[in-house]
């Protein structure tokens, strides 16, 4: 038998440390796996303490995922490369802004047959054209990346009520690995091959689910948010086509939980919709509310809007998403938020 996989965690924000509680319970009675997992932890003062020494003592992330109880074979390390030199899975799941620095910083210094697996949300335009996180974890590591995308809003998968996720991974070996190391009975995972849309559907979602903050904010009703939530869908599918090139764009991979249902839980319970309505009833701006209402998490669709409308105004391609580019301007341009109505009455889905 081969010896036990070492597995990093890098990251332990609200989800990085959700998926700690399932791999640590996971890999603590699978003879796969080295029963110690590592936990990148970006060390910072909690009251006074570091965060990784409260979480080695107390076995709980106070800040990011306060009241849920880690397994104590999940080790926070606050030294990345110490964290990720030696291991055969690593489990990206850091805010995407910070991808870049975290690759930089392990490169050339992992595993070459260790493989990758991206839980982030997001997409990066910092170089030319658009990429997908996984292609810039591969290209700078050099090895292989599967994702995980689905409907985990990460309080309720600490809580362990039951939901769905996928994973997307065109090697199927690795695909089941990565299976046999997340799945549990209330987190069910399928796997499919179409790994780049199922990584655009994460990304995509938090944008669509600014607009239904923005809805909510407006007091429009469920008919309204329904409607948003559609359009983006039909937003999503488009821009999957346009830049999914890799290979096929399946209407079924939307109907998996990285899709319909991944786009319906962050457009009712995820932080990007609850910032997004108070934007509209609190009059402040995006940064002050992530600022006055996250605690230190990152807010990912207004990002993702601006770097989505970078590419697609490169393009020419911004009358074919008006739902998208009303989320960025009115985040970041001042347009305001009367004219978010007036653009799904002109979608051209309609026309
Ligand atoms: N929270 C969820 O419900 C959820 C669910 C599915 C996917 N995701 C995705 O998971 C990814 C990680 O989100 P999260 O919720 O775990 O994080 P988070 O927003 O809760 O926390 C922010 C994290 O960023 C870290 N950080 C701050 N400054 C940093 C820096 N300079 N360099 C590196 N790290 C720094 C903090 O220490 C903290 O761990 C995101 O892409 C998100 O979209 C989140």
């Not at 597995?7 to 609200?14: D, K, L, Q, T």
């Not at 998926?19 to 009251?47: D, L, R, S, Y």
């Not at 932080?271 to 402040?284: E, L, M, Q, S």
Request: aromatic share 6%; with cysteine.
């Amino acid at each position: 038998m081969d010896p036990p996989k070492k597995i990093c965690i890098v990251g332990s924000g609200n989800w990085g440390s959700a998926i700690a509680k399932i791999i640590g319970v996971n890999a603590a009675v699978n003879p796969k796996f080295n029963t110690t997992v590592n936990m990148w932890v970006f060390e910072e003062m909690v009251n006074g303490r570091k965060l990784s020494d409260i979480i080695n003592t107390h076995h709980e992330n106070v800040k990011y995922l306060p009241g849920c109880k880690l397994p104590a074979n999940v080790l926070a390390v606050p030294d990345l490369l110490e964290a990720a030199s030696d291991s055969d899975v690593l489990v990206f799941v850091v805010p995407h802004q910070f991808i870049i620095k975290v690759c930089d910083t392990i490169k050339g210094k992992v595993k070459k047959e260790a493989l990758g697996v991206s839980l982030i949300k997001g997409v990066d335009t910092s170089t030319d054209g658009l990429k997908l996180i996984s292609g810039i974890i591969r290209e700078k590591l050099g090895i292989a990346v599967a994702v995980l995308m689905g409907a985990n809003i990460a309080n309720e998968v600490a809580e362990e009520n039951f939901c769905e996720t996928t994973i997307g991974c065109r090697n199927q070996e690795h695909g089941a690995l990565l299976k046999e190391l997340m799945q549990n009975q209330n987190f069910r995972i399928t796997v499919v091959s179409e790994c780049d849309v199922v990584e655009i559907c994460g990304a995509l979602k938090n944008v669509v689910a600014v607009g239904a903050g923005f809805s909510d904010g407006l007091g429009f009703g469920d008919n309204t948010k329904a409607a948003v939530i559609r359009l983006g869908l039909m937003e999503m599918i488009a821009f999957a086509r346009i830049f999914c090139t890799a290979g096929p764009v399946s209407p079924a991979t939307f109907l998996e939980s990285c899709g319909v249902a991944d786009l319906i839980t962050t457009c009712y319970g995820g932080r990007n919709h609850r910032v997004a309505k108070a934007f509209v009833t609190a009059g402040k701006s995006i940064e002050e509310l992530e600022k006055e209402m996250l605690n230190g998490q990152k807010l990912q669709g207004p990002v993702t809007a601006a770097e989505i409308h970078h590419i697609l105004q490169h393009k020419n391609l911004l009358d074919k998403f008006p739902l998208f580019t009303a989320v960025y301007r009115i985040c970041y341009q001042g347009q305001s938020i009367k004219h978010f109505i007036s653009c799904l009455q002109n979608h051209p889905e309609h026309m």
